[in-house]
């Protein structure tokens, strides 16, 4: 086999930023030159701003959910989100011990106690970790599908609404992914996607609030717009909460141009992602003390990124440095870590001592926040080894990487 580095050029990574071109470039200028640049008015009261509304009406179409709200950012999305199902002080929400720092401290914000739960070996939240930390404080469940594979979504809805739980799924890394054919973020009660630059669709940043639930939509609607519910979305469903103290975290029609090009492009990047990927899982076969992610529903993997577990931990950093070595983009962990090891849940602070949920914990790290009560989440993350794919990877460099991780593990494992 081929692994000569002497010729090769190791690929660029990106998704959505990697398919930046002349059409969003173009939309920007639109936009720009049409002076409408906040979503709800412009100069010119007979030529309103479209982008914002156009997205949104497009991601409904697209997810199937009844309503959308674009927002600023996924991490707005997803603090909004918890506002319109009314979490605050005293609440709990279950999330996964393994997930972007956004899923705590938006939790944090709300004055609710994030509650970390154990994943299992798909990186997702272990369906069965719901019934074992549900308490009578527990308003919600935090489910993030990870790096674009769908959580199983089965058992955590059955389970969360048995016990009475909302279900606010995390779709940031997962815009077009799909479990049993329905996709990722139809299925709770309501979800958020992300369109900052490292996303499978991207404008830089910017994000989207999904539902199927009239009062969650117009509660959604005031956290984002400083409790304001304007005459625009009455024609979408007339006011029926009352006015609440709300943030600033409106889309600009600019953002929304971009989003708009990305979003088309989305299907066009799972696609490709997806051809490589299977053209490494083929062309690499079964390797001995090598075992893939489990994916609850592989058909839907959006594919941007291959993980595989080692049996041993000590083999996973000269592994990794072997394949880099060869000119693989691989890493032995992510952007993402757990979450007991960052620094606002080693410190236990919020923005105020008294806005700290777990201000009453002592000593802290209390149980349930340090390492040793998650082996599994441990287990699982010192062991794998992640290989991201990219819209500029072409099927030669799939086959430069399942070349070269045969000669690695041939080299490391035998």
């Not at 006011?239 to 103290?245: G, I, K, L």
């Amino acid at each position: 086999m081929n692994t000569d580095t002497t010729t090769y050029t190791r690929p660029a990574l990106g998704l959505g930023s990697a398919a930046l071109d002349e059409q969003e470039e173009q939309a920007a200028v639109e936009t720009l030159r049409s002076r409408n640049l906040f979503r709800y008015y412009g100069d010119d009261p007979e030529n309103p701003p479209t982008r914002v509304t156009q997205l949104e009406k497009t991601a409904v179409a697209w997810i199937g959910t009844d309503y959308a709200l674009a927002m600023s950012s996924g991490t707005a999305a997803l603090e909004t989100a918890l506002a319109a199902i009314s979490v605050g002080p005293g609440d709990e929400v279950i999330v996964p011990a393994w997930s972007w720092l956004s899923c705590v401290t938006t939790i944090v914000r709300m004055g609710a106690r994030p509650v970390l739960a154990e994943i299992d070996d798909s990186l997702n939240l272990d369906p069965n970790e719901i019934q074992r930390l549900k308490t009578d404080k527990t308003r919600a469940v935090m489910v993030v599908h990870y790096q674009g594979v769908a959580a199983d979504m089965d058992k955590i809805i059955m389970s969360a609404h048995k016990l009475g739980l909302f279900v606010i799924e995390d779709c940031a890394e997962a815009p077009g992914t799909r479990y049993k054919g329905r996709p990722v973020g139809a299925w709770g009660d309501v979800a958020i996607y992300s369109f900052q630059h490292n996303k499978p669709m991207t404008a830089g940043e910017g994000g989207m609030l999904v539902t199927r639930d009239i009062r969650t939509y117009e509660r959604a609607v005031r956290m984002h717009d400083l409790g304001q519910y304007r005459p625009y979305h009455h024609a979408t469903t007339p006011p029926q909460e009352p006015a609440f103290s709300g943030a600033n975290y409106r889309m600009s029609e600019l953002t929304a141009s971009v989003a708009l090009v990305q979003l088309k492009k989305v299907d066009a990047i799972k696609s490709h992602c997806r051809i490589l990927q299977q053209k490494i899982r083929d062309e690499v076969g079964e390797l001995p003390g090598i075992t893939w992610r489990t994916m609850p529903d592989s058909t839907g993997d959006f594919g941007f990124e291959m993980y595989f577990y080692l049996e041993d931990p000590d083999n996973v950093e000269p592994f990794q440095s072997a394949l880099n070595a060869l000119k693989v983009n691989c890493l032995p962990r992510t952007g993402t870590y757990p979450q007991y090891y960052r620094e606002n849940i080693l410190t236990g602070r919020a923005h105020h001592p008294a806005a700290s949920p777990f201000r009453d914990l002592k000593p802290w790290p209390a149980p349930g926040y340090r390492p040793e009560d998650f082996p599994v989440t441990e287990n699982l993350t010192r062991r794998f080894i992640a290989l991201p794919l990219g819209w500029k990877y072409t099927p030669a460099d799939a086959t430069h990487i399942a070349h070269s991780l045969k000669t690695v593990h041939q080299e490391i494992l035998g």
